[in-house]
Every structure is written in C-alpha cells, then in structure tokens.
C-alpha cells in the first residue's frame, strides 16, 4: 500500500481589527486616491477616510446603528473651503459594515515576488463567468462572450496571520479582449490593533443633517469595487440577458459587455450620472443671455445667412474640424455636470485658437469645479454638490460670478473623482473668459445646429439601461424619450450626421464614461423627438472673450 503525503499550507486568518493608511489607484482613469481605514469587526464600528479626512465616514452599531459622513467643500461666497456633516454614511453599504481585505481560503498560492522591495507572499483569485445564471433566462447556447477576473493579493507572513501589502483587482472581456476594470490598492502602513481610541468612531464637532435624497451619490471607488465582487454575479446575469435579448431583436444599435456589467441599472445612476438640474425651465441666471439667431427651421433643415437661405450641413463634426479634447472619466462620482461644462468651453477655446497651430490644445479642470463651486442649499436635492451631482447652467453662472470667467487648467488640478478643499489660486487662465452663456429652446433642432456651428454645447440626457452597454450604431431605444423628468445626465454635444442607409439624422454625443465605452467614448443618438433622450430640452452654450 503507498501513502501520499499532501502538505497542507494553512490559509492566513482574515483580518477583523486594524488600521491601515494606503492608496486607492484607478490607473486608466489617472485617478489616485490616499485613504486611510480604522476596522474593527469584534466592536461592529469601522471609520474609512481620504485625504486624512477631507471626505470620512463613521459606522458605530456598538449599541445602535449611528453613521455620519463629512464632506469638505467651499461654500457658495465662502473664502475657504470647510466640512459638511450628514447623518447618512457616503461609503459603503448603509447597514453594515464594510469589510475590506479578502478572504483567502479559495485562492491559489502563487511563487514569492517583490512589491515595493519586499519579499511578499502572492495569493491569485481567477473567477470565469458567462453571466448567465443557471438555468439561463434565455434558452440561447452561449452569450458570445465571458467575463474573466483576476485578483491578485501581495502580502508578508507574519505568524497566523499575512500582512496586506497590495491587492490588485482587474477583468477583461475574454472575446474582446477590452478593458472592463482595474482597481490597485496599495498598503503604505498597517498595524493590527484591538485597542481602538473611542473617539475615533464618535460623532463628529459638526452639526450633521440628515438628507436622505443624497445617498445615492455618496460612495467612492475603492468602497464600490468592493461591493461589485460581491454581488457581481445576480446583476451581471441580469445585464447579460438584457444584452443577448437586444441581439436577438432587429435594431439599429448594438450592445455588448463593458466594465459596467456587473453595476446594477439603478447603482448605475446612482453614481455615473449626476445632473441636479430637473427644475431648472424658469429659474433665472444672473448671467445667461439670450441666444440670438436668425430666422431658422425648428426641425434643423434651414436658416437664414444673411438674405440667403442656408441649408444646414447634412454632417457637421467638431472631431473632424479640430479642438476636441480626448473622451475623460468621471468614474463613479456623479460629476458628468463638471465634464459638460469643462468640455464645452474647452473645446469653444481651441476652436478660437485654432489659428495657431502650434498652440497645445487647453484642457480645462473638473475638478477645480468640483471642489469650488457648490451651492448651500440641500433642501431639494438639487443645486451643485461635487459628486452628488450638478448643472452645466448654474456651473458657468457661477464661473463669471465667483472667478470672474477666469478658468482652471487640467495640468494644474487633476481630476480624482471626489471633492475635496478649493485652491482657488488655479483659476488663473484668462487668455480667454467666460462671459455669460445661453441656451436654446426647447425642442429646436434648428437652434441647437446653429448653436454647433460655433462650438460644443452642454446637453442634457436620460439614460437607459440599454445605453449603459451601447457598443455602436445610431441609439432609439425607445425608453429614451423626450421627457425632462428624466434627464439624469450631463454630456457635450459635438456635432450631427445622417445615415444614408437608414436614413436617419443622429446627434453625435462626447460622454464622460471613458474611451473604453461606446465609439470610443462616444454615442450617436438619434434626433427623432420620440427617441432622442431630451437633447434639445436643457441646453447651455458657453460665450467667451479672447483677450490674447
């Protein structure tokens, strides 16, 4: 009789009490975050905090369940920027605490390797999902594609335990091959304690409302991957069906699985939206002028130059002219108010220096408008509120207002996907201000195509879940109506076209969901009235004055 002997290698226990300070990196978004996170499972009370507490949470179900988030901010006609308490948390799951390193029983023992210079243990998770669930919703034999993930967790053996060093986490389309995520931690210091300062866990000196509309903007990246593993595979299965069903179907748009798969529609909006602006028909700007035009066609077919009438071209792309910045990322922070505004007058002052070729083209900050416009007012859940969303309209209001029309360079205000303190010493650029904007009227594809002839306009959208997958081709679906009630987004609007084959004119959309989704972060919407998601509804147009 032969014996094999298997030597087992015990599996370090999970962590439940510690402290650690890190960064959270979005590498295809240039998105870098410092946090620092206080857990301790046994006492049921965590604290997560970045840019040491400019945006925290606290959870403490010691005895009852008392959460508080503090958000930093510049009020509006303040000096300085200062924080924001609410009784509800901004990371995380509302009810419970959230754990952050992995459990590593299921994974496989990687060979040693080196991270930051230090020997480290490597610890490998590969998941394969068709997205189906079982049996399938739809009786089809394969989806066309599967979802491989990867984690990848670095650490250094300490007795039982296996301290963090780095957790990688990152998928791609296996037939694709395009990029869905991918998300790195990086543990710079960490002590397992259970000898916590009480204090840490408190209710902060502040006075925190409670404001239950904003919650669903109120989380931030390394909080929601986390909470995508783990219930990835009932929502994936779902958008997975919604995207097979679509194929199945006649229709001029096409669908396929991107990096948003495994997000629910509804945490969908929650977090990659952001336009506050629903309201905003009769409100009155101090500095929005009317938009002048000549005489035109509603329906975009003519306008008068001079005594002559004009036919609106059949295509009309900014792309193709020039000054079109390349697509960015507002990754989940309901900040697509800030890419509109910012893509709109950008994209309007490299047209005007379009004459100078060797001129690099100017990118302006979002996050310069993120951290220094906001508005006081929480009552209604509207306003402007960093990454619990805002408008292009109020935006630009407040640029001429507050900064005098001086605008904030990208290079020297990165985006970060969170609010944070103001520098207002950024809003330094003034070769070119913003002097009032316009906006055109509702339902006039005449005005809006006049409007493009001089540059990209802020628009606002609805959104569907179709659209959240949209991979090419003219979009009419036809949940995306014409309703003001439901935009939830804000987008630059680029230009027109005409698909001969169809027949069929189309709006030709820049988003902010990266250059990984849609045409290479584009979509082109249809502008039949019944389909074309409100484009004409909520316009701002950005007017400038060169001075150099």
């Known amino acids: 009789m032969s014996y094999i002997f298997i030597c087992l290698l015990a599996t370090p226990i999970t962590e439940s009490q510690y402290w650690f300070k890190g960064t959270f990196s979005l590498p295809y978004a240039n998105i870098s975050q410092d946090i620092q996170i206080w857990f301790d499972k046994l006492g049921q009370r965590e604290k997560i905090s970045y840019f040491d507490d400019t945006v925290y949470s606290i959870w403490d179900f010691t005895t009852t369940k008392q959460y508080y988030s503090v958000l930093t901010y510049l009020p509006e006609g303040g000096d300085q920027s200062i924080p924001h308490c609410f009784q509800n948390p901004i990371m995380g799951v509302r009810n419970n605490l959230l754990e952050i390193f992995p459990d590593l029983t299921n994974w496989d023992i990687m060979p040693e390797t080196k991270i930051m210079n230090k020997l480290v243990k490597h610890y490998r998770l590969n998941t394969v999902d068709e997205g189906r669930d079982t049996p399938p919703i739809l009786k089809v034999d394969n989806f066309g594609s599967t979802r491989a993930d990867q984690q990848d967790y670095f650490c ?20 694709f091959g395009s990029h869905f995520d991918y998300y790195v931690l990086d543990i710079n210091e960490f002590q397992r304690k259970n000898d916590f300062d009480a204090q840490i866990f408190q209710k902060p000196d502040l006075d925190c409302q409670k404001v239950e509309y904003n919650i669903k903007y109120m989380t931030n990246l390394w909080t929601f991957s986390l909470q995508s593993l783990q219930h990835k595979s009932s929502v994936r299965a779902q958008n997975m069906n919604l995207i097979q069903s679509h194929k199945s179907n006649v229709s001029n748009f096409t669908l396929k699985p991107n990096r948003f798969t495994d997000t629910s529609f509804v945490d969908f909006l929650n977090m990659f939206t952001g336009y506050n602006g629903q309201d905003l028909k009769d409100t009155q700007f101090e500095h929005r002028v009317p938009f002048i035009t000549p005489q035109l066609d509603d329906s975009g077919v003519w306008f008068m130059n001079g005594s002559i009438k004009q036919l609106f071209p059949k295509n009309f792309d900014w792309r193709i002219k020039g000054g079109i910045t390349p697509v960015r990322d507002q990754a989940n922070c309901g ?8 893509a709109a007058i950008e994209s309007r ?24 416009i906001w508005t006081n007012d929480f009552s209604h859940g509207l306003g402007l509120h960093a990454c619990l969303g805002g408008h292009a309209q109020g935006t630009m209001d407040r640029i001429i207002k507050d900064f005098k029309g001086k605008l904030p360079k990208l290079s020297e205000y990165p985006y970060i996907g969170q609010g944070m303190k103001c520098d207002k010493s950024v809003w330094n650029f003034e070769d070119v201000t913003l002097t009032s904007f316009s906006s055109t009227k509702q339902n006039s594809i005449g005005e809006l195509k006049y409007a493009l002839l001089s540059g990209p306009v802020a628009v606002s959208i609805q959104v569907t879940n179709k659209m959240t997958f949209y991979s090419g ?20 609007l680029v230009g027109w076209g005409y698909d001969d084959e169809l027949q069929q004119q189309y709006w030709i959309i820049k988003n902010s969901w990266s250059n990984a989704w849609g045409v290479d972060g584009y979509i082109f919407i249809s502008s039949n009235k019944n389909v074309d998601c409100g484009i004409t509804l909520a316009t701002a147009i950005p007017n400038l004055q060169r001075y150099k």
């Open 335 to 342: 900040s697509c108010w800030t890419f509109a505004t910012a």
């Open 156 to 175: 250094i053996e300490n007795g039982n335990y296996c301290d963090p060093v780095r957790w990688e986490i990152h998928g791609f389309n296996t037939i």
């Open 473 to 492: 081709g003219i979009f009419d679906d036809i949940e995306c109506t014409n309703d003001p009630k439901k935009l939830v987004h804000q987008v630059a």
């Open 349 to 372: 002052i490299n047209i005007l220096y379009k004459d100078n070729k060797y001129k690099p083209l100017f990118q302006m900050s979002e996050q310069a408008i993120v951290d220094c």
